[in-house]
């Protein structure tokens, strides 16, 4: 991570906060928009996991493996486990054997891992999972795998897991996202102005009340997280830790929609680019 | 293909990228040129072109074709252009018994499986030639429009670039069109939208065109990957212009 100038000046748990993410483990949401993607951050994040030497699988589902790994070099992508659920979704193409198990098969396996060290679990993308899963389904397996930290039963306890997931804010409505970020200990909210990137992040520690900050950064070109100053970097207690950050495309209401259920939603969609205030 | 386009995209035929979806968006306007432009784009490129048209009929293409440059009955003729022509290939798919899957069997039928045919039907036509020297740069899949169809499965082995247009539905609510138009752009590269002008109908003003890059390879470090411009269509090219800023009215 690196420190432009006029960002030095904040306290270093202030401009901390982004880049110790995952250290708390469990679910960490990143919930971008069309406008503000925060794929590039994801892959930051992963950097910073590998180059801790944590294990880092990621769950591929919106782009091929080969656009995801770009912009990485060898040493880090030798330490990324790349499971590839994009290549062929409807296994229509029937030349490589599907994955068994689908997504969440590949979250219980990555579990079942021997190994004691930490792993980065990077989910690209919870909504894509979302829309083909059932919430509930989806929301029992994040609860499972991000509450791994130890097993009943076993003498030696399991490494820290962090999950990392991208999710789309305009592709859902307020239920699913509610639920998700009920699972979370992190939300970052992906937005900007003027060209710059922020991340408003709310983060729920263990027998703390839960904090949230709002930090400009920008991703460089390898990758590397870039902090900046910003029109506001304070961090506070929050005041309803029950109630997530609202994107500003979002609408309050329900939807339910899945595109395995072949069932047209009851309620309406969040509207997303071009309706909101942004760009 | 219009010229001044490009020159916004800071692209041309001879050094497009390869790998991209571009997603062409509408709201309450007509976003049909930039159909029309991708299509005179990526033949002059000398890209191998499956057209799926739902919207319009061949004629209709060839025609607007021709001013910009382009000769579609030519380009099918020598195998550069697979035109699978919706509207009339519909007709068949209800009242002609089919021995084969036809692409636009799912039309018969809400199954989403049967959307295998069209997906069969797009490998084949933009698959690698086997033996002798590759005739065209690279295939491009283009879709008018994909709102007519709501959901669609294209593998990306083959590094073409697609080209779709998804229509906002505006004031209409249209909750699997938003979801369908919401996320295609979340997977879109490169995010071209025309509106209409909030003011309304504009004889020299004929609407505003909103550019996004997206997904870069490499993230650069200061974001300024958004553009507006205001436009007029004329009878071969469109003129475009920073907002307020109409020959008309300076």
């Known amino acids: ?279 | 293909m219009f010229v001044e386009l490009n020159n916004l995209l800071n692209t041309t035929p001879d050094r497009a990228e390869q790998g991209k979806l571009t997603l062409l968006c509408d709201a309450k306007t007509d976003g049909s040129f930039l159909v029309h432009h991708f299509l005179s784009f990526y033949l002059k490129a000398n890209c191998k072109v499956c057209f799926v048209a739902l919207f319009q009929s061949f004629s209709h293409y060839n025609i607007v074709g021709q001013k910009l440059g382009v000769n579609l009955t030519v380009a099918r003729e020598r195998g550069q252009l697979v035109f699978l022509e919706g509207l009339k290939s519909a007709v068949d798919v209800f009242f002609q018994t089919q021995e084969e899957p036809h692409p636009l069997q799912f039309l018969r039928e809400a199954n989403a499986g049967n959307l295998k045919p069209l997906f069969e039907f797009v490998r084949e036509a933009l698959k690698p030639v086997d033996g002798g020297e590759a005739r065209w740069t690279y295939p491009v899949l283009l879709v008018d429009d994909l709102s007519v169809l709501l959901s669609l499965g294209v593998c990306w082995e083959l590094k073409g670039n697609m080209v779709i247009l998804v229509h906002d539905s505006g004031d209409v609510e249209d909750e699997e069109n938003d979801i369908l138009l919401n996320g295609v752009s979340h997977q879109s590269h490169l995010i071209l939208r025309a509106e209409g002008l909030a003011t309304g109908f504009c004889r020299d003003v004929h609407g505003q065109l909103r550019i996004l890059w997206r997904r870069p390879s490499q993230p650069t470090a200061q974001r300024d990957q958004s553009l507006t411009y205001q436009y007029k269509i004329q009878d071969k090219s469109v003129s475009f212009f920073a907002k307020g800023m109409s020959p008309a009215v300076l």
């Open chain 1, 1 to 279: 991570v690196t420190l432009s100038e006029g960002a030095r000046a904040g306290t270093g748990r202030e401009l901390g906060m982004l880049d110790s993410l995952l250290s708390l483990g469990g679910l960490v949401l990143l919930r971008d928009s069309v406008e503000w993607e925060g794929r590039s951050l994801l892959k930051a994040l992963i950097k910073k996991s590998a180059l801790c030497g944590e294990q880092v699988h990621i769950l591929g589902c919106e782009v091929s493996e080969e656009e995801f790994r770009e912009g990485f070099d060898s040493d880090i992508n030798n330490r990324l486990v790349y499971h590839d659920f994009f290549r062929d979704p409807l296994n229509w193409s029937k030349t490589e054997e599907a994955l068994p198990g689908g997504p969440l098969g590949a979250l219980r396996a990555i579990c079942k891992r021997t190994d004691p060290g930490p792993v980065t679990i990077a989910l690209d993308s919870l909504s894509w999972l979302l829309l083909h899963l059932p919430c509930t389904t989806l929301c029992q397996a994040l609860h499972a795998v991000s509450h791994q930290d130890s097993c009943p039963g076993d003498s030696s306890p399991v490494g820290k897991v962090s999950v990392l997931g991208l999710l789309h804010e305009e592709l859902h409505g307020p239920g699913p996202v509610g639920a998700l970020s009920s699972l979370a200990q992190t939300e970052v909210t992906l937005g900007g102005t003027k060209g710059q990137a922020s991340a408003h992040i709310l983060c729920r520690r263990p027998r703390q009340r839960p904090t949230d900050q709002t930090q400009w950064f920008s991703i460089l070109p390898d990758f590397s997280l870039d902090l900046q100053e910003g029109p506001s970097v304070e961090s506070q207690p929050c005041s309803d830790p029950h109630i997530p950050p609202v994107s500003k495309n979002a609408r309050a209401r329900t939807r339910k929609c899945s595109l395995g259920s072949g069932q047209r939603g009851e309620h309406k969609s969040c509207r997303g680019w071009g309706w909101g205030q942004g760009f």
